[in-house]
């Protein structure tokens, strides 16, 4: 299928098949707060993550032409977290995608609770395993279709200490960490095995505790 017989496809279906194309992707609620204390959640499945050494994530905003709640309030406080979906809450999390007014929380909309630590001002999600707290760092304008890469700075890690392993690795499986694909398939996952640090001089083999 070349280029111009994709632009000619009914858009709802282009949509889905674009966003296929890019296979499982992480499913994670993004939670801010407005400079009056106006508290907002929206899930992404663009986070990615942008370094270790500073630590950094990033996402894909959309273009801000229309009011763009999680956009404005990052501007503003400079604060927000990243919170894994999870399957105990997973529907809960797909309907912070519908369009609430500015006046509504999606945490009250949905059902998901609200949670602060003394060391971010943005509000994370209490029912994820998995809660990541930023601080604004840039935000990178994509002029090829008019998004913006938002880039935060991790600040806070909260994850129960069972969750990791001896050698830093995360359990996402134990958290029920879900994967995303398009932008509506929900997925369980099973690891099939961790390969030990690839070289040249040798065959990749599985990984041993």
């Known amino acids: 299928m070349l280029k111009p017989a994709i632009a000619a496809l009914p858009k709802r279906y282009r949509t889905n098949l674009i966003n296929s194309?890019?296979?499982f992707k992480s499913g994670n609620l993004i939670g801010t707060i407005s400079p009056d204390g106006q508290e907002n959640l929206a899930i992404f499945t663009s986070v990615v993550h942008l370094g270790a050494n500073p630590a950094l994530m990033g996402f894909i905003m959309r273009p801000v032409s229309v009011p763009r709640h999680t956009y404005e309030n990052i501007i503003a406080t400079k604060h927000f977290t990243i919170n894994h979906v999870a399957i105990d809450f997973y529907k809960k999390a797909h309907q912070t995608a519908a369009r609430y007014d500015r006046e509504q929380s999606e945490f009250a909309a949905t059902g998901l609770t609200p949670f602060y630590s003394e060391n971010c001002q943005?509000?994370?999600v209490k029912e994820s395993a998995v809660k990541i707290g930023l601080s604004f760092v840039e935000a990178l304008d994509i002029k090829a279709n008019?998004?913006?890469m938002i880039i935060?700075?991790?600040e806070e890690v909260i994850v129960a200490p069972e969750l990791?392993?001896?050698?830093?690795?995360l359990d996402l499986e134990k958290a029920g960490t879900v994967a995303v694909s398009c932008l509506d398939g929900y997925h369980k996952t099973e690891q099939m095995a961790r390969l030990i640090y690839a070289k040249p001089d040798r065959e990749p083999s599985v990984y041993s505790r």
Do not use: R
Request: glycine fraction near 22%; avoid cysteine; hydrophobic fraction near 35%.
């Open 21 to 23: 194309l890019s296979g």
């Open 122 to 124: 943005a509000p994370y």
């Open 152 to 154: 935060g700075a991790i």
């Open 146 to 148: 008019g998004t913006q």
């Open 164 to 169: 990791i392993l001896p050698d830093g690795y």
